[in-house]
């Protein structure tokens, strides 16, 4: 059964970077759609951005010009590049990989963003 690991979250003073990566491990197949969600104490769970297996992006508008979504479909990997972090960025970042009709979901990786 395949599996998403998330890494590279962290505490981050605002206006400064960090990578997310998540990649799959188990029965090695490859996804449609993968991407990131995140969600904030008492808050839903958000879509952050998302990229098709060619490559096509799509992000919230909040993140647009700030965060950079890249995948590679050899490895099985989708990467979140966030730039100019701000305090409401921090939440737990979910990654997600699509294989229809299911979805599946990492584990969460923890953003704090402080001033």
């Known amino acids: 059964q395949v599996q998403l690991v998330e890494s590279g979250g962290g505490l981050v003073q605002a206006g400064g970077s960090l990578t997310l990566s998540c990649s799959a491990s188990g029965n090695r197949f490859s996804f449609s759609a993968m991407g990131w969600y995140r969600q904030a104490p008492g808050k839903q769970r958000d879509l952050v951005a998302r990229i098709t297996s060619r490559g096509d992006p799509n992000y919230a508008e909040s993140v647009k010009g700030r965060f950079t979504i890249s995948r590679d479909n050899a490895k099985n990997t989708v990467s979140l590049q966030m730039n100019n972090l701000r305090l409401e960025d921090t939440a737990v970042y979910y990654c997600?990989?699509?294989?229809?009709?299911?979805?599946?979901w990492g584990q969460g990786t923890q953003v704090t963003v402080s001033s």
């Open positions: 997600y990989g699509d294989r229809p009709p299911s979805r599946v």
